[in-house]
């Protein structure tokens, strides 16, 4: 269990305004709720807000989420402390990237990705690359584990990783040409590498279903 904190001073902004738009969407959001249980829009309106804020929720942003939803700070921020899917310091402006680190992952060559990280983002998590484009961390359970080793970059994954194929998704963050989620091998989602294994003559299998064995 990691100790979550916000970014030191130094790094907050002094200010934070939701982008135009933004506040009448989280207005729509608070409205699916019954009176008294606007607080169950939190976890929306602060995904929304980082990822409009370059990937990070600041303390003036979180503050500025209380007030809307009149909840007090502290509760707030209990939130964004809690759940790793939000940042609270400075990350990469194209990519920042959660290793999963769960037992599937590392039995299938997550240390192999972790690596990968090291020597191109950053040797340690938690920091920026020299070029501001990029970061990382270790992470527990992503729930991919039957595509591990895998990685989420900002909400989406990609699965059934190597260090040649992680190395393919990272240049394409880098040139812009954002690479496709999902599995990196041919794989349909959590289907067998491969293509079916099982029932593959449409006859056998029409007639199993028949039979009301599948």
Known sequence: MSVRRLAPKELQPASFAFREGTLDWAKQQIAKYPEGRQASACIAILWRVQEEHEGWVSEAAIRAVADLLDMPYIRVLEIATFYTMFQLSPVGKKAHVQVCGTTPCMLRGAGDLIEVCKHRIHHDPGHVSEDG?????????????????????WKDTYEDLTKDTFN???????????????????????????????LKDAAVAGDATKKGNV
């Open 133 to 153: 484009n990029f970061s990382w961390e270790e992470v527990e359970c992503l729930g991919a584990c039957v595509n591990a080793p895998m990685v989420m970059i």
């Open 168 to 198: 393919k998704v990272l240049d394409g963050f880098a040139s812009g040409n954002l690479p496709k989620p999902g599995p990196q091998i041919d794989r349909q989602h959590a289907a067998p590498a491969g293509g079916p294994r099982v």
